[in-house]
């Protein structure tokens, strides 16, 4: 019996004076949802943050206009107000705007913030979502977020507070995470690893596995295993920077096993009959 045929929405899809908020994922282009390569090709004007791979960008219209808006933790910044404003212009002269995004527009991305700002504006706008580095990251070591016998949930929280505000308890963190057998993600924490440690420690034992990975998904992936009493000493040892995400938990003792080699098959050995 024939299968009926898979009518994929055109890029019409994606209209004049509206916007998109694209998650372009951890930065391989490969792991780019067909609807986000769609409203790519589709956009008359791209904002694309630092943190986008440059491959993303050749599913650009070549008649696009590319406007690079950095944000990036600990780095030079384009204001979030002034992003804002350039998307409002470019949908009301009639631009099909897509905001593109490291990760998930909605994990650490503030799309909620442009949502917000773009339907307050009249704006029409819809959002894409992109694999997350924090999953994308660990799962390139070949062991997963959650696991029915090590961890029972996963927590995305950010290591980078808003100015004024005091951010996360780590301390209560770490007694849920204790309790609940839960995996903790924490993008942005590099800066704040000296203090995230010593906070995590009074719930957590020192042994507990904790992996690093910098630059998830990219040729220029670098991790290290380590425990939660040695992150910070890791980090200066490897030199292992931003961007970066830190996992803490038991299913990054998994990593190890992974990179066990099988045991070699022994020969098969026949029974002599008597």
């Not at 609807?35 to 956009?43: F, H």
């Not at 000493?233 to 080699?261: K, W």
């Amino acid at each position: 019996m024939n299968q009926p045929a898979h009518t994929p929405p055109r890029p019409s899809d994606f209209l004049p004076g509206t916007v998109t908020l694209v998650g372009a994922g951890p930065g391989d282009p490969e792991l780019l949802t067909l609807k986000a390569v769609r409203a790519i090709g589709a956009a008359t004007v791209l904002l694309v943050d630092d943190l986008v791979g440059e491959g993303v960008l050749e599913h650009a219209s070549p008649r696009a206009r590319i406007v690079h808006v950095g944000k990036r933790g600990g780095c030079k910044s384009t204001p979030q107000a002034f992003i804002e404003k350039l998307m409002i212009m470019a949908a009301r002269e009639g631009e099909t705007v897509v905001r593109l995004k490291g990760g998930d527009p909605f994990i650490f991305g503030r799309g909620g913030e442009e949502v917000e700002h773009l339907q307050a504006a009249g704006i029409p706008v819809q959002v894409v979502n992109g694999i997350t580095a924090g999953l994308a990251g660990l799962t390139s070591l070949g062991v997963p977020l959650t696991h029915r016998e090590h961890a029972h949930g996963v927590v995305f929280v950010t290591g980078h507070a808003k100015p004024g505000d005091s951010g996360t308890d780590w301390q209560a963190l770490a007694a849920t995470a204790r309790d609940a057998k839960l995996t903790l993600v924490i993008y942005m924490g590099v800066s704040s690893a000296t203090q995230i440690q010593a906070d995590l420690l009074t719930g957590l034992p020192a042994s507990t596995p904790l992996a690093i990975i910098q630059h998830a998904s990219l040729p220029q992936q670098r991790h290290a295993v380590t425990t939660l009493g040695g992150l910070c000493a890791t980090l200066v040892q490897e030199g292992l920077g931003s961007p970066a995400v830190i996992v803490v938990g038991d299913v990054v003792s998994g990593v190890a096993a992974v990179a066990q080699p099988e045991p070699a098959a022994q020969p098969a050995t026949r029974q002599r009959s008597a």
